[in-house]
Each structure stands twice: as C-alpha cells, then as structure tokens.
C-alpha cells in the first residue's frame, strides 16, 4: 500500500512538473516586435468591428463579445512567440473575426497545429470565466456574451482552410477538408452572398497553396502517429465541449427572453 502511494506521489509529481514546464515556456510577451503601426492597426479595426457589431446588437453585448476575440487572437500570439516565431499583425475583421498574421512561418504542421488549437482554447476558458460572472450576478448580458463566445469559437474549429480548423486537421487528415468545404458550399448555394463566396474563394486558395507547399516541402506534414492522436483528441474534444456549450447557454437564454 505505501509503495503504491510512492508511485502514485511520484507520477502526480512528474505531471505537474511536466505542466509547469510546459505553462513555463507560455510565459512570453505576444506583443513582442510590436511597434506603433501594428498597435494602430488592431486598435482601428478593432474599434472598426466594434461599431459595425452594434448596428446589429447593443453595445455592451458587443464590447464582451470583441474582448473575448481579443483573448482568442492573444492566444494564437502567444504560441507563435514561444515556438520562437515572429507575429506580424493582430486585425479585426467585422462579421469574421480577426488574425494574427505571421512574419515567420511554422516549421510543421504540428506547429501549425498547436498555433491553431490556442485561439479557440484561450477564448473557450474566456467565454467561461464570463459564464461563471453570469452564475454570480445572474445579469442575462453575461449570458448572452459567453452564449456568443462558445458560438465563434465552435465555429471557428469548421475544417475550413482559413479557420483555425483548418490549420488544426491538417495535422490529423487533410480529408477533414472535404467535409468543411463540403459544408462550405452547401451555405454559399443554399444562402448566396458576396461576403460567403469571398470565404469560399479564400479557402480554395488556402488549399491550393496547402498542396503546392505539401509538393515544395514534404517535412511541413511529417508528423508523428502520438502528435497526430494529441492534436486530434484534443481538437474533437474541444468541437465536443463547445458544441455541447454553445448549445446549453443559448437554450438557457432562449428561457429568459420575454414571453
């Protein structure tokens, strides 16, 4: 019994300190190499975003809404800085989104992967901490923000090129692409619109560039059979807990509108 206590000790104690080195190598600066120009990029799409948001929804609403894209966009820079690459710009784009460009490109899929995977899960743990303020206060405005929060971070893992899912299943089978564009197009020709066939135009450029780059620069996708099941347990997980989230904090708003 107390040699099985030991080991138990022992493999508690290698996991924290596996996670602390891990969380360790976090602790960068995502605004790193930022200068005046790219602080008043993000700043004016930013603020560009948020006033074309609230034609459509109150402005508080909106505010919450932009602060957890700011998380989920931090997210992305801050494991871009730690794999030692360089972020360009951090913009804002209304009724899409926003980017973090890069001035230096991952060197594996896998990179490109756990890149990908930080958006969602920093704006998954945001959107969380607004839905913990909502069971504090019970101010539907909570709700209502983290409601939108798990909404565009689900959407956001689609297997769509330019989306996050895009650059996550390319770690796990490139054939996840067929069912995004799939889907992708089923919207365009079900609900035709300039903004939808411009998505549509960009992702099949994404692809096409994807191929040509797998042609020029086979050890982009070399990745191991235990990457591949990490990048993958955790990006289905993430589809799951955000999809089952999305779908219980807008039903609950759904019981608090007016009759």
């Not at 990029?41 to 109150?58: D, E, H, N, Q």
């Not at 820079?77 to 730690?82: K, Y």
């Not at 300039?194 to 982009?220: C, G, H, N, W």
Request: charged content about 10%.
């Amino acid at each position: 019994m107390f040699a099985a206590l030991v080991i138990a000790a022992g493999m508690v104690k290698a996991t924290a300190f596996i996670i602390f080195d891990y969380m360790r190598g976090l602790a960068v600066n995502p605004f790193e190499g930022f200068g005046l120009t790219q602080f008043a990029v993000a700043g004016a799409s930013m603020a560009l975003s948020i006033a074309a948001y609230a034609t459509k929804a109150p402005l508080p609403l909106v505010v919450g809404f932009t602060i957890i894209i700011v998380i989920h966009e931090i997210g992305h820079a801050v494991v871009i800085r730690a794999k030692g690459l360089r972020a360009g710009m951090m913009v804002f784009i209304p009724f899409i989104g926003g980017a973090v460009t890069l001035k230096d490109q991952p060197r594996t899929a896998y990179d490109d992967a756990q890149i990908g995977l930080a958006g969602p899960i920093a704006g998954t743990f945001a959107s969380l901490v607004v839905l913990q303020m909502y069971k504090w206060t019970n101010a539907p405005l909570y709700l209502a923000i983290a409601a939108a929060g798990f909404a565009v971070n689900h959407l956001n893992l689609l297997p769509i090129g330019m989306l996050d899912g895009g650059r996550i299943s390319a770690a796990v089978t490139k054939w996840m692409w067929v069912f995004g564009g799939g889907a992708l197009i089923y919207k365009v020709v079900k609900q035709p619109n300039p903004l939808m066939l411009v998505i549509l135009l960009l992702v099949a450029f994404q692809v096409y560039a994807s191929i040509k780059r797998e042609k020029d620069d086979r050890t982009f996708y070399d990745v191991t059979m235990s990457q591949r099941a990490a990048i993958a347990l955790t990006y289905f997980s993430l589809v799951v807990f955000l999809g089952h989230q999305t779908w219980m904090t807008i039903n609950r708003l759904g019981t608090l509108a007016p009759q």
